[in-house]
């Protein structure tokens, strides 16, 4: 069955980087665009960022552009969101979620001194 298992979030000081990944399963990964959402406590669930099926096309949010990368690996179906000069309001849940709408269960990201 589709698997979308998320990691790497955690505690981190403002000015800090973060890496999460999303092993993907079930599913032909290298045919899909995927995306990172990210949900924070009383705020409208945030499309963070997405890249094309291949790789070629990336799209973000304009509050994280320039400090978040999203990429992906097909040969190992992972998709990456390198998050750096991490700030407080970027703390929230992060989701890794395929095109045709399978979420994972999310990794917290916590930024705080």
């Known amino acids: 069955q589709v698997q979308l298992v998320e990691s790497g979030g955690g505690l981190v000081q403002p000015g800090g980087s973060l890496r999460l990944s999303c092993a993907a399963s079930?599913?032909?990964?290298?045919?899909?665009?995927m995306n990172w959402y990210r949900q924070a406590p009383r705020k409208e669930r945030e499309l963070v960022a997405r890249i094309s099926s291949n790789g070629g096309s990336t799209n973000y949010a304009d509050s994280v552009k320039s400090r978040f990368t999203i990429s992906r690996d097909n040969a190992n179906n992972t998709v990456y969101l390198q998050m750096n000069s991490l700030k407080p309001e970027d703390t929230a849940v992060y989701y890794c979620?395929?095109?045709?709408?399978?979420w994972g269960q999310g990794t917290q990201v916590t930024v705080s001194s």
């Open positions: 079930g599913f032909t990964f290298s045919t899909y665009a």
């Open positions: 979620v395929a095109d045709f709408g399978y």
